[in-house]
């Protein structure tokens, strides 16, 4: 039984401030408990305003590192990189900004590097903060040949590669994604999101659970921990 908490506000300004406001109290608590926190971070335009106002806060920016939560197959000064959008924000800050590809063209190897990256952080994440596309992904977990891969990679497996098919209008092209089991390992998980249409869709996907069409309602079937919503209109 998936545990959702949502926390509807009446502004994305009042969403901002109570979601930096949360995320610097986990890096505070992760900080203090044991010396560092790790944030996989959503892409997409929904966090932005959110982010730029974290990166704002007095805190230990120097114990944090920030990874992509996904990251597409472009070019780290592609203005669709998502680890390009997290190190304008954070650096600055103090934090350590780890992009998750390099130059390797073919998806899955893509997806092996960068769960190699991953490897070598300590884990898990203090927070995974997920958006959700109009399509009910979330993440880079999408229909598509390697959807099942990223849904039931095992839990030692922490990102892979994923072709979605269709390809998202945002951004169509290959993607490497935390999996299903990496993002369940969060000791917070987080999902961040606005509007009617994608209100309505996730909490229909979050009823179907493990039957849901959506890749959102798949990845949170399984969740053992309680998942925090913050939405707004
Ligand atoms: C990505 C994101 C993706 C995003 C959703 C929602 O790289 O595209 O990580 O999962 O969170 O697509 O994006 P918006 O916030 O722009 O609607």
């Not at 932005?48 to 780290?76: F, H, M, N, Q, S």
């Not at 934090?95 to 991953?118: E, K, M």
Request: charged share 25%; proline share 8%.
């Amino acid at each position: 039984m998936i545990e959702a908490e949502w926390w509807d506000y009446d502004s994305a300004e009042e969403m901002a401030e109570a979601v930096a406001g949360d995320v610097g109290f986990i890096i505070e608590s992760a900080v203090e408990a044991r010396g560092e926190a790790l944030l996989a971070l959503a892409g997409g335009s929904t966090p932005g305003p959110i982010y730029r106002k974290l990166a704002e806060a007095k805190l230990p920016w120097k114990r944090v590192t920030i990874i992509p939560g996904d990251e597409r197959l472009v070019p780290l000064q592609d203005k669709l990189s998502n680890a390009r959008a997290l190190a304008e924000t954070f650096l600055k800050s103090g934090a350590r900004v780890v992009p998750v590809t390099g130059d390797i063209a073919d998806y899955r190897l893509a997806g092996n590097s960068a769960d190699a990256r991953l490897q070598d952080l300590k884990w898990p994440p203090d927070l995974v903060w997920l958006g959700m596309g109009g399509d009910g992904h979330t993440a880079s977990i999408f229909p598509g040949p390697d959807y099942e891969d990223a849904l039931n990679a095992p839990k030692a497996r922490r990102m892979v590669g994923v072709m979605p098919d269709p390809l998202p209008p945002e951004a169509p092209m290959a993607r490497v994604t935390l999996t299903r089991a990496a993002i369940l390992s969060a000791r917070t998980l987080m999902i961040v999101l606005t509007g009617e249409a994608k209100k309505q869709l996730l909490e229909g996907a979050i009823a179907d659970g493990q039957s849901s069409r959506y890749p959102i309602g798949r990845v949170l079937a399984e969740a053992e921990q309680p998942i925090d919503i913050h939405w707004c209109p």
